[in-house]
Antibody
Framework: QVQLQESGPGLVKPSQTLSLTCAVS??????????WSWIRQHPGKGLEWIGY???????YYNPSLKSRLTMSVDTSKNQFSLKLSSVTAADTAVYYC?????????????WGQGTLVTVSS | DIQMTQSPSSLSASVGDRVTITCQAS??????LNWYQQRPGKAPKLLMH???TLETGVPSRFSGSGSGTEFTFTISSLQPEDFATYFC?????????FGQGTRLEIK
């Protein structure tokens, strides 16, 4: 059974960089058949897709966040990461990592439990 | 970006009711639509892909239809565990976008 688990600080100061890691178990990131995504949900709101990374390091970033985003993958640890710079209170959200097949349909079949990140001084 | 508009935003219903949620895309997305269920404090769960294909293990009381810009999601007979929030998601054009959600509450 594939499992994803987010980790990282729950509190980040404004203007700093939010850093999260998603550890994958029960399956290999290196299989090459999946994209590895980040999705966030502002409190009480809908879902916003942040972007995805492929095992090769190739990425697609949501244009709304692209200038502040960096994603990376560590195949030796079977995990992938997100960095979002220059955060503001508007970046306060539950952040999820999720898996989607590289073959259509692009649906998120496995998700992490989510981690709340609050941006506050 | 493709805008996904769900209606209603909230809905009150009783166990046994039939309920329908609609999702409208701002442009043609063929059948590139998924549906998710989210319970409070939990991650979304994939219910259906390609507008109408149920995921393995999802009860047959859930169904979906539509193509182009108009889609519907139906629960034929509400069960207590179905009270949750439902989201549509398009994948025809990047960036992937979601509807704002429909909260299904017990009447």
């Amino acid at each position: 059974q594939v499992q994803l688990q987010e980790s990282g600080p729950g509190l980040v100061k404004p203007s700093q960089t939010l850093s999260l890691t998603c550890a994958v178990s029960g399956g290999s990131i290196s299989s090459g058949v999946y994209y590895w995504s980040w999705i966030r949900q502002h409190p009480g709101k809908g879902l916003e897709w942040i972007g995805y990374i492929y095992v090769s390091g190739g990425t697609y970033y949501n244009p709304s966040l692209k200038s502040r985003l960096t994603m990376s993958v560590d195949t030796s640890k079977n995990q992938f990461s997100l960095k979002l710079s220059s955060v503001t209170a508007a970046d306060t959200a539950v952040y999820y990592c999720a898996r989607t097949s590289v073959i259509s349909p692009l649906h998120f079949d496995y998700w992490g439990q989510g981690t709340l990140v609050t941006v506050s001084s | 970006d493709i805008q996904m508009t769900q209606s209603p935003s909230s809905l009150s219903a009783s166990v046994g009711d039939r309920v329908t949620i609609t999702c409208q895309a701002s442009q043609d997305i063929s059948n590139s639509l998924n549906w998710y269920q989210q319970r409070p404090g939990k991650a979304p769960k994939l219910l259906m892909h390609a507008a109408s294909t149920l995921e393995t293990g999802v009860p047959s009381r859930f169904s979906g239809s539509g193509s182009g810009t108009e889609f519907t999601f139906t629960i034929s007979s509400l069960q207590p565990e179905d009270f949750a929030t439902y989201f549509c998601q398009q994948y025809d054009h990047l960036p992937i976008t979601f509807g704002q959600g429909t909260r299904l509450e017990i009447k």
